[in-house]
């Protein structure tokens, strides 16, 4: 079999039978299939598409390029959530514990951030002394214990994924349907879970731009999942503007803290709330989603959701007593109010522009060698919906760096400010089962 040959008949817009896939797939782990032939193949993959066989079989070969975990020394139904990319998400540092502290097992795998979205395992370092690394049986051994990890996905996890996202990332084919499913399931599949609830971002700061292709994607992933009997719900999720109101790892560790303390930000709660209910109906731990939400709001408001966050903190090596006292976190040397220069309400807070400003405030990578500012980010004051007089601060920007008028440019751009009464955004938008 010759790769040149696979590509141009996926270019030609022919299907690819599995025995081609495979061999892409596994040549392409040994380095045996060079990096420009597989950008070539993603490249065809994303014009011409796949279809569902096809689909399935490229997650399979690449859940099984490297080791396939086993969670069955964990007692009960393991769940998972997995975002596919937002800005200001900071979900998993909140619903995780929730979900814990009512008793679901999470052994999670987070990923890190690279352009303009953020990644937990960068917030969680954020906190002085926690370790995301783990082996296999740490990870098990802590959530026998407390009920909760979130740590780094091992070297050997879905090596496919590595090289290819990476390879993605720098070629334009990020926004491809099937290569996104493939990526997301063959993850989420390996990493042992019984039951995956999927959070599919869309709008201008997520990698699908319309609901049309978020519901598109969502149905891939949740039939990929269920195909292998494993319990797959998605949910889809607004990211127009930012969740919640803090952009920037510390910053957005400490929105985490004070959401666990019951005062987070309404649509970072109302995510929470609805993702959580469908995890623990999902763990089979209540008979339906009122009773789970109930149950979530008692965990908040007893305490025990912010503890099993700090007993994750203290279990992974972090100093808690910045979980404790958040006012311990770093600030950045410069701080820097954004004014509105109109009154009226806000139409558009725009998630993308935001992220990117944040990068280059540097809280994010621009390349994978880049090493972030801890501290740096952005709070927004305003979102979509308030209304502002002029001189209100629509944002709180923090950076180290100097010279960043281009970016509080960028970031008063990303703002649009109407006469006309505009309402909140909803942050969820549909669920996908
Ligand atoms: N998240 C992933 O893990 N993979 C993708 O391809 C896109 C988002």
Avoid at 210 to 239: Q, W
Wanted: charged share 30%; proline share 2%.
């Amino acid at each position: 079999m010759r790769m040149v040959d696979l590509i141009c008949k996926k270019r030609d817009g022919h299907e690819l039978t599995d025995e081609e896939i495979r061999f892409w797939i596994s040549e392409y782990v040994k380095d045996s299939v060079p990096d420009y032939q597989s950008s070539a193949m993603n490249m065809a993959i994303l014009f011409r598409g796949m279809n569902k066989r096809e689909i399935a079989t490229l997650t399979d070969a690449m859940e099984h390029s490297g080791t396939v975990i086993d969670l069955s020394a964990i007692e009960g139904i393991k769940v998972d959530k997995h975002s596919t990319g937002g800005v200001g998400d900071k979900t998993t540092l909140v619903l995780a514990p929730m979900v814990a502290a009512v008793g679901a097992k999470v052994a999670k795998m987070s990923g890190r951030g690279l352009g303009h979205t953020g990644g937990t395992l960068d917030k969680l370092e954020s906190i002085p002394g926690l370790s995301i690394s783990k082996s296999e049986q740490e990870m098990i051994n802590q959530v026998n214990k407390i009920g909760l990890a979130v740590i780094g996905q091992t070297r050997s996890l879905v090596p496919a994924d590595k090289k290819l996202y990476a390879l993605r990332d720098v070629t334009g084919t990020v926004e491809s349907i099937p290569l996104i499913a493939s990526s997301v399931m063959s993850k989420k599949l390996a990493s042992g879970t019984d039951a995956i609830l999927l959070d599919v971002t869309v709008g201008n700061g997520a990698f699908m731009k319309n609901l049309e292709t978020a519901r598109e994607l969502s149905k891939t992933m949740v039939e990929i999942g269920k195909s292998l009997n494993r319990d797959t719900k998605a949910i889809i999720s607004d990211m127009n503007e930012p969740l919640g109101l803090a952009v920037g790892n510390s910053l957005e560790v400490k929105e985490a803290i004070m959401s666990l303390h019951g005062n987070g930000p309404d649509d970072l709660m109302e995510l929470c709330y609805s993702a959580g209910s469908i995890m623990l109906t999902q763990a089979k731990l209540c008979k339906n989603r009122d009773e789970a939400r109930k149950k979530l709001e008692e965990v908040i408001k007893n305490g025990e959701a912010f503890n099993k966050f700090l007993l994750m903190v203290k279990e992974q090596g972090g100093d808690i007593s910045y979980i404790e006292h958040p006012e311990k976190f770093e600030i950045s040397k410069n701080i820097i109010e954004i004014k509105s220069k109109q009154s009226g309400y806000v139409k558009k807070c725009e998630a993308l522009d935001i992220g990117v400003s944040a990068m280059k405030l540097g809280a994010g990578r621009e390349t994978i060698e880049d090493i972030i500012d801890m501290s740096a980010g952005i709070i927004l004051n305003k979102k979509v919906g308030s209304y502002v007089n002029i001189g209100d601060t629509l944002c709180t920007v923090y950076t180290n760096k100097d010279n960043v008028d281009d970016v509080l440019k960028d970031i008063e751009n990303a703002y649009e400010i109407t006469k006309e009464k505009i309402e909140p955004i909803k942050v969820i938008k549909e669920v996908i089962e």
